[in-house]
């Protein structure tokens, strides 16, 4: 009667936190070098990264600085701070700022002293003076000039573009090289590596702009901050200082360069005012001289002062027509502010101003978002239209006061039409008297009043303030902002941990084995027998595999006594039991399993026989130190009787047969009907026939084996087994209906580093299992002979 089957299901697992702490601490050295690694390429980053120091400066813009209406409806404007901040900073990154304040430093040579590590630029001290001769503006060379002091007289100079050259010159020698003529007038310093090279501002414009920063102090404030980050401190504060004084400075042109053109028309009328007043005053003296009249009438009078007052007004007109086409064509352009300097009282309408503040705001906000998209994305096309929606309103407004203005020249012409046409009417003499009177004082009236307006022109451009203060200069910083090692090392270490974390996940993922029990039982419902630990390959060699025997104190021994008594519930129904090991492929310990099985059962007085089964790659007379002249293949093939190849082992005391010289056809003997005669022939010989067979997964000679079996017992490698070996059990048992095979864990070791993660809980799992035990802790409890002591527990005695 077959032994009935073991109700077959999953062991129920659950995650293991312990576990998983264990595993990697169990590779602590792993992290400690990932943190090792880490931190010293921190300490190199920061031995070859130069450090970066930022200087600052604040300013305050005026009120005026924005163009912005005291209208109320303008307060809600939320972005009119953040705007003109933005629009300030980007006429304070252009370019005729930056150059001009470029022009401030001594730029045109740079001094470097090179360290072990880094060459640091020496700006401003002037390790020795170089004085430059003659230069080309446009095309000199940049390159690296190094100088060597050979004595108090002489040095060498090596050229960046030439490094394998080098020349000697002496002191106050003209040295043409570069396009240009220099000498080095002082001495060379003796101690350090110096090097120079000239520059151009042009090779200053990226240093300069591309480290400057400017935003506002706090939102909708007229405060703003600026920072300048370089290698150099001293030149961060220098260059920042010159910019902020440069870029005043040029707010200050930008104010009066309306008030400029209006002096310089002035001037130009002015000019011919005073000539027409000199030749109209000589016209009247000498017509009065030369004739003789009396002093006008009333009327006349009346006439000739309407006259002038008129022509006053007209050249008025005049001059406010001037201002409006000045600023129709400020509106023109898209790139500048539109500033209201010009005196066109009396004619602005009331909403021009607001729509002049509103467009220099969606002006400013374009050049900020230039820097962010180019010149076709959706958002400039939005501004765009906006920019020119409000210039539409806006010379809408300039085209009404241009019609107004034109009818009021109209108005004043007809009416001077009319005043001329009076005085006409008058006697020959008083008519060119009151002409020439008339044109005398109009001349004269349009000199005073445009002379009035030129010294009103200069007193507002006198008095034209920059639209920004200074609250705060710059001053060097010499603490860096980057790289800050606190900051890096910290951030290395913890790079170090998390490398050596990962590398232990990697490792674990990257693993195709298997190494505990807890992956077999989640891999399989094929119940495990027992395991049996490792053993040490270089210290027993073929001859001395049955460890269980010759160590019988050992752990290793202990294991496999588990094994064993496992074994005497399988086919408890059967007397004497034939089994059968196997497994995936070879190398996985079936022979070294079956010898210790052997000898475990032979020492409590079983009959066991041990047949090496594998007919085509057998070691099993190795162990035994025994020829393989005869065997299982000579047998089956005829060639030897029965008793003939069954041996004795006097050591172990138990009887082998080896597998014999290998056959041509291994497969087919071993599928013969003399193979399933001689299996019942042996079980009536012995308790226990052990038959060592094939590896399954490479050929199917075990398979009329695995039939006839009592007990199968699959063979699992520690380390060596892969996880598709642990389905194999599970296919033979469906495909061939078994209920006999159990799984056996050789060579198990505790490899902490690809253990399972979980933890099988048995007392749910509904399934079969049986009592063993991986030994895990107990290595070096002191209970077993020959344990491996941990050298951290060197204090304890051994007993």
């Not at 080098?166 to 043409?176: D, P, V």
């Not at 209006?262 to 005073?274: E, H, K």
């Not at 467009?359 to 010149?375: C, P």
């Not at 009787?641 to 291994?666: A, M, Q």
Request: glycine share 4%; net charge positive; proline share 4%.
């Amino acid at each position: 009667m077959d032994t009935p089957p073991i109700k077959s299901i999953l062991v129920n697992q659950q995650l293991n936190y312990w576990k998983v702490l264990r595993i990697f601490l169990s590779r602590w050295y792993w992290i400690l070098g990932c943190v090792i690694i880490s931190l010293t390429a921190a300490w190199l980053y920061i031995r070859t990264i130069p450090p970066m120091y930022t200087t600052g400066a604040s300013l305050k813009l005026d009120e005026s600085q924005s163009d912005a209406s005291t209208d109320p409806s303008m307060r809600s404007y939320s972005r009119f701070y953040q705007s003109n901040i933005q629009t300030e900073a980007t006429v304070m990154r252009s370019q005729n700022v930056i150059y001009k304040a470029i022009e401030h430093l001594n730029y045109k040579i740079s001094y470097f002293l090179k360290g072990r590590v880094l060459t640091s630029e020496l700006y401003p001290s002037i390790p020795f003076k170089i004085a430059i001769i003659s230069q080309d503006s446009l095309n000199f060379s940049r390159a690296t000039y190094s100088v060597e002091p050979i004595d108090n007289t002489s040095f060498m100079l090596i050229s960046s573009d030439h490094p394998e050259t080098k020349l000697k010159f002496k002191y106050n020698q003209n040295i043409a090289l570069g396009n240009m003529i220099f000498s080095i007038k002082s001495n060379i310093p003796d101690k350090g590596n110096y090097s120079f090279k000239f520059n151009a501002k042009e090779d200053f414009y990226g240093r300069a702009a591309g480290g400057l920063n400017i935003s506002e102090a706090e939102k909708y404030s007229n405060i703003m901050n600026v920072t300048h980050t370089d290698i150099n401190p001293v030149f961060s504060s220098d260059i920042l200082n010159a910019i902020i004084q440069e870029y005043i400075i040029n707010d200050a042109e930008q104010k009066k360069r309306s008030a400029k053109q209006t002096i310089a028309y002035l001037d130009s009328q002015i000019d011919f005012l005073n000539k027409q007043v000199d030749q109209s005053g000589k016209k009247l003296s000498n017509f009065s001289s030369e004739s003789t009249i009396g002093d006008p009438v009333t009327d006349k009078q009346f006439n000739i002062g309407k006259l002038t007052a008129l022509q006053t007004q007209r050249t008025e007109l005049e001059f406010q027509k001037f201002s409006i086409e000045q600023l129709e064509e400020q509106v023109k352009n898209n790139k500048e502010k539109i500033r209201l300097n010009l005196n066109i009282d009396g004619i602005t309408s009331l909403g021009l101003p607001i729509l002049i503040s509103q467009l220099n705001g969606v002006i400013a906000n374009r050049e900020v978002k230039l820097s962010q998209f180019n010149a076709d994305a959706a958002p400039i096309k939005q501004l765009d239209n906006q920019i020119a929606n409000i210039k539409q309103l806006i010379n809408g407004n300039i085209s009404a006061l241009k019609q107004r203005n034109k009818k009021t020249i109209n108005l004043v012409n007809g009416e001077l039409n009319k005043v001329s046409g009076s005085l006409s009417q008058l006697p020959a003499k008083e008519n060119d008297f009151a002409k020439l009177q008339n044109n005398y004082n109009i001349n004269q009236k349009m000199f005073s009043l445009l002379f009035e307006k030129k010294l009103a022109a200069q007193i507002t451009s006198a008095a034209v303030t920059p639209g920004a203060n200074v609250i705060n200069d710059s001053q060097p910083s010499f603490s860096p902002i980057s790289p800050v090692a606190g900051q890096i090392y910290s951030s290395y270490f913890i790079g170090g941990i998390l490398a050596g974390l990962g590398l232990i996940v990697l490792v674990r993922l990257m693993n195709p084995y298997i190494y505990d029990v807890e992956t077999v039982e989640g891999l399989t419902s094929i119940s495990i027998l027992g395991v049996i630990l490792k053993y040490d390959r270089k210290k027993n060699g073929e001859r001395k595999q049955i460890l269980a025997l010759d160590q019988p104190k050992s752990i290793f021994a202990e294991s496999v006594r588990s094994v064993r008594t496992n074994l005497s519930f399988l086919a408890s129904d059967k007397e004497n039991k034939i089994i059968c090991v196997t497994s995936e492929i070879s190398g996985e310990g079936k022979s070294f399993v079956s010898l210790n099985l052997a000898g475990t059962l032979s020492i409590i007085d079983k009959k066991v026989i041990l047949i090496a089964a594998d007919l085509r790659r057998s070691k099993l007379h190795k162990a035994f130190g025994a020829d393989n002249i005869r065997g299982l293949s000579t047998y089956l093939s005829a060639q030897s009787d029965l008793d003939e190849i069954i041996n004795r082992d006097k050591d172990y005391t138990f009887d082998y047969i080896t597998s014999g010289p290998v056959p041509p056809n291994p497969s087919e003997l071993l599928h013969s009907n003399k193979m399933r005669v001689l299996i019942e022939e042996l079980r009536k010989r012995y308790e226990y026939v052990i038959l060592d067979t094939a590896p399954v997964g490479l050929v199917s000679d075990s398979i009329p084996i695995i039939n006839q079996a009592d007990i199968n017992l699959f063979i699992i490698r520690s380390g060596i087994s892969k996880f598709s070996a642990a389905s194999v059990p599970e296919r033979l048992s469906k495909e061939f209906a078994l209920n006999n095979i159990s799984i056996i864990l050789n060579s198990f070791t505790n490899e902490l580093l690809h253990s399972n993660i979980h933890t099988s809980n048995y007392t749910q799992s509904g399934s079969g299992t049986y009592y063993y035990s991986n030994y895990n802790g107990y290595n070096n409890s002191g209970y077993y002979e020959n344990e491996d002591r941990k050298w951290w527990k060197f204090w304890k005695r051994r007993v």
